[in-house]
């Protein structure tokens, strides 16, 4: 299964579930801020089950945090954007890299040349090498 994600949640990731779906890439839900409690719940339970999504488009801020089970039915990421905050980048990342996660994690990152993107990810990068080296 695949986990997309998405910094401007409910900008960009209703779209995106949309064309996925209109293409025949479905089901695909999205997992954003405006998610019910009972909405995550059930997008977790039935993620990866017959029948239930096969794809699902998250933003970073609110997958990040509280979300456990996704290592156990997944281990494909797509990164259409990150966020600003490495850290929530980092704990986004860590819902997948983590115990119960048997397959080695296979994580694209999309980044259009010459915008905002690529100094979102330069800068990351950059501050993520940094602090690598201070704590080593």
């Not at 299964?1 to 779906?21: G, K």
């Amino acid at each position: 299964e695949l986990l997309l994600r998405r910094t401007s949640e409910s900008v960009f990731t209703v779209p995106v579930v949309h064309q996925l779906n209109k293409a025949g890439y479905g089901p695909t839900v999205a997992f954003t801020g405006t998610t019910s409690p009972k909405g995550r719940q059930n997008i977790l339970k039935y993620f990866g089950k017959p029948g239930g999504p096969r794809i699902v488009v998250a933003g970073i801020q609110a997958i990040g945090e509280g979300t456990d089970g996704l290592q156990y039915v997944c281990n494909h990421e797509v990164w259409l954007s990150r966020h600003d905050n490495n850290m929530l980048n980092q704990q986004a990342a860590r819902r997948l890299d983590r115990p119960g996660q048997t397959k080695p994690v296979q994580r694209w990152v999309i980044e259009s040349r010459h915008t905002i993107d690529q100094d979102v990810y330069e800068r990351t990068e950059d501050n993520t090498s940094r602090m690598q080296r201070a704590y080593g």
